[in-house]
């Protein structure tokens, strides 16, 4: 190019010749220039809408951040509006607990009083028998007879008009000797001689009792079973066993073969026993007569240590403790079903001067005094008593 001027456009020399050819070349020349031409004006519109389209996401993102803003203030300010309901539904629900809490310890509360009225009421339906006496003293002993067994029982019927005195020898038998009366039992050669009886089964212990002529005794063959014997038909009549664990320990700490120990008085018929662990507290047990039913038991504050024997006088238990060495037989502990006996109206309670322990003492509502056994002598002990206060 010279002087400014464009060179202008020459096939080679090999074309120049071929007309046709030159037209040719030129079309398709024409027909890329054109293509480049819109491929131009395509992507300077795919720019300008690509631009648009930048512009628009733009706009759309700053309100969506605005959208954004607004939705997380609502979301947060309805979470904290959730937490407080939550709170006082939270409240609520304490305030009804806390007052069916406090409906049901009133019900429980009104069950336990009523419970108990009830068990009072039955404890003074139960022993409603015109007694009233409590033990002021024992007033002197007399010995009836000397045997050479350390260990037995021997009494009366506690309730049947009868002079028949009846003896149980060694605490391991099923021999019952019954004598005419007090002076047949006191002198080997009165008449008439004594009957012989021999149970079908053997006693344990010196827990017998008889009353209106039943024997009743602690079955040998068993820890805690209460055989009801005629002594008029010589046959068993009925029987029991004492619940709750009964018989598997000593009721007396020094009366080594008695496990059961059963008395009458004003009220009817008794069974004391030991409770559960060595040493522990003594039971007592009322018993109807006629069906062998427990009709209620006791949970006593008198200890089986150191215990040698017990009584109950017009529903009241007392019991014998042993003090070591020659000092006499104390009543240290006294329980009354009822409460009307406190400690303050307790006497000094002791027995007349023994050197050696009692293997039973029994109480005899019929002539108010106690039979006793003890180192072999069979021991009537007379009492001393006055009216206790009366229910409140």
Not at 5 to 27: E, G, S
Not at 322 to 336: E, L, N, S
């Amino acid at each position: 190019m010279r002087g400014g001027q464009q060179k202008a456009f020459l096939p080679p020399p090999q074309c120049a010749q071929d007309p046709a050819m030159v037209h040719y070349i030129y079309q398709r020349f024409r027909v890329l220039e054109q293509g480049l031409e819109k491929c131009t004006q395509a992507t300077r519109a795919y720019i300008q809408e690509f631009q648009e389209f930048s512009k628009n996401i733009s706009v759309m993102l700053g309100r969506c951040q605005t959208y954004t803003s607004e939705y997380k203030s609502a979301v947060g300010n309805l979470a904290l509006r959730v937490e407080r309901a939550q709170r006082e539904i939270d409240y609520i629900q304490y305030l009804r607990e806390a007052d069916e809490c406090i409906e049901s310890e009133d019900k429980t509360l009104a069950e336990m009083l009523l419970q108990e009225a009830e068990e009072e009421k039955k404890i003074r339906t139960l022993l409603n028998a015109s007694c009233d006496n409590m033990l002021m003293s024992i007033k002197s002993l007399k010995i009836v007879k000397k045997m050479m067994d350390t260990h037995g029982s021997w009494m009366k019927d506690a309730v049947y008009n009868s002079p028949k005195v009846y003896l149980l020898i060694g605490s391991r038998n099923n021999t019952v000797w019954e004598f005419a009366n007090i002076r047949a039992f006191m002198e080997d050669n009165t008449k008439p001689a004594p009957r012989k009886q021999i149970l079908t089964l053997s006693w344990q212990g010196t827990g017998q009792v008889i009353y209106k002529g039943f024997l009743f005794f602690h079955n040998q063959a068993t820890s805690n079973e209460i055989i009801k014997y005629n002594l008029q038909k010589r046959t068993v009549e009925d029987r029991m066993l004492l619940p709750g664990g009964v018989g598997r320990a000593l009721v007396y700490q020094h009366s080594p073969s008695t496990y059961i120990d059963l008395a009458v008085d004003e009220h009817g018929l008794w069974a004391i026993h030991s409770g559960p662990g060595t040493h522990s507290h003594l039971v007592l047990t009322k018993i109807e007569p006629g069906t062998l039913g427990v009709e209620h038991s006791w949970d006593t504050p008198c200890r089986s240590q150191d215990a040698e024997a017990s009584f109950l006088l017009c529903g009241v238990l007392y019991v014998v403790y042993r003090t070591g060495g020659q000092g006499p037989h104390r009543i240290t502990c006294v329980y009354d079903p009822l409460g009307t006996i406190s400690e303050e109206d307790l006497p000094n309670l002791f027995f007349p001067k023994r050197p050696r322990s009692h293997s039973m003492i029994h109480y005899n509502p019929r002539d108010k005094q106690l039979y006793a056994w003890n180192e072999g002598n069979q021991i009537i002990y007379k009492l001393q008593t006055k009216r206790k206060l009366p229910l409140k």
